[in-house]
């Protein structure tokens, strides 16, 4: 009978304070009423042998104890789904950055590419997975916080069938968006002419900014890009319906846009810098300064670049497949048509 | 008698599938849940004369309703707590017992559950029998 007790132990070991009297007493019972039974039936006392057998179909411990504890959960499934969809965005939006930024690094920085591929791999791995596990905690937080105080509250049952979003069109182009883009871009082709077509900059008594010479093919460059995205948004406008075409277009005239940025970064746009009462090595030092921070943020503009240029090349991919009829579409038509 | 249409008509169909390992935890699972609810049912019906909870358990058993102590336990401290059953320790055969009967708002419940109950079976044989 120690095995009993000792079983006893093991489960009230896992039991709430309050609880543990009450349910101890009553497993105790059927145990031994369970003992006496079995006794009864073989006409002889139980061995060890039996009575292990006996606490073995009964479960573990640990196992028993908790059909007595509530259910709890950090996230419960109400909200687990959203938990997970907004773990995977951050994941992505973590990544993907990461990951374009450091094939940039090692391909445009000599510095990146002279370290160890060892202590290389090492360091931006531990970055990358201390900035994941800060990531998963600080959600993980969130929602247990959204789980135990707000979802009490029934937010989630507040809602409106006439919000709900309209039906996804991949290939329409928001007239909304068209408009914005016409707009922003007449303004800013208006500002681009009246301010930026000089390559010096600024001209003031107190302060004389002048670019280099290749500000002037960055200025036409631009200038006649804008122009083109600008015809292409009024296009858009009146045939908001994304074509292979049209999305080749916006392709080449965001892989233009980033390229020409990333060029304007590494040709030491600041000629000259002119201040009264500054000497002319000092403001040289200065202007240096500044065109080697702009030579360094180049492997993040092509990271950007990138990142748009295959979103770009995604968006034609997607206007391939849906132009290609399923099987079951197909399906669908010859069932009509028979 | 129309109690038994929905657990027997599963097990009439669980031959059907006990090749397929997925198919078969599958069944166990939804068996489990079509359980659930019986249970409690039964175990209320049971708790209409004072019980404690070993002789319970036996009746269960010599229902066709067997029912583990991990399981009966738990589901009576709920449905004492919920207001549906009362208890107390007694001493029976030099043992400390406790025993459990339904509630006058046990009783009540217990009513009502019966009449949802063969709603449910009166539309489910008709949905058998339609197949």
Known sequence: MELIERYLQAVGFWLPKTQKRDILAELSEDIRSQVEDKESELGRKLTEADLEEVLKQRGSPIMVAN????????????LYPIYLLVLKMAWLFCFVPWLAVWICLNIFVPSYRGNAAGNLIVGTLHG?????????????????VVEKYALKSGFLEKWNPRKLPPLRDANRIKRTNSIAEVVALLAVCAFWLTFMSSPVMVNQPDLKIILAPSWRIYFWSILALMLVTCAFSMVNLFRPYWTRLRATVRLFTDGMGWGLFAWLCKTNLIAEITLPNVAPEKTMHAANAINWW???????IIAGGVLVVLL?????VRIKDTATPSAGGLAALVGICG | MRHTVCIAYYMKNS???????????????????????????????????????????????????????GTLYPLLRRLETQGLLVSEWREEDKRNKRFYRLSAEGKRIFKQLIEEWENINASLEQILTEE
């Open chain 1, 67 to 78: 059909r007595y504890l509530p259910q709890q959960s950090l996230i419960g499934p109400v």
């Open chain 2, 15 to 69: 031959s059907n599938h006990s090749s397929n390992p997925a198919s078969t935890d599958v069944f166990e699972n939804l068996r489990l849940e079509l359980r659930r609810g019986c249970l409690i049912i039964a175990v209320l019906g049971q708790l209409k004369t004072e019980r404690y909870g070993y002789t319970l358990r036996k009746a269960m058993e010599d229902a066709g309703l067997p029912i583990d102590e």
């Open chain 1, 128 to 144: 990358f997975w201390m900035a994941l596990v800060y990531i998963f905690a600080s959600v993980t937080f969130a929602f247990a």
């Open chain 1, 312 to 316: 770009d090349m995604y968006r034609i």
């Open chain 1, 294 to 300: 702009m030579s360094l943020s180049f492997p993040f």
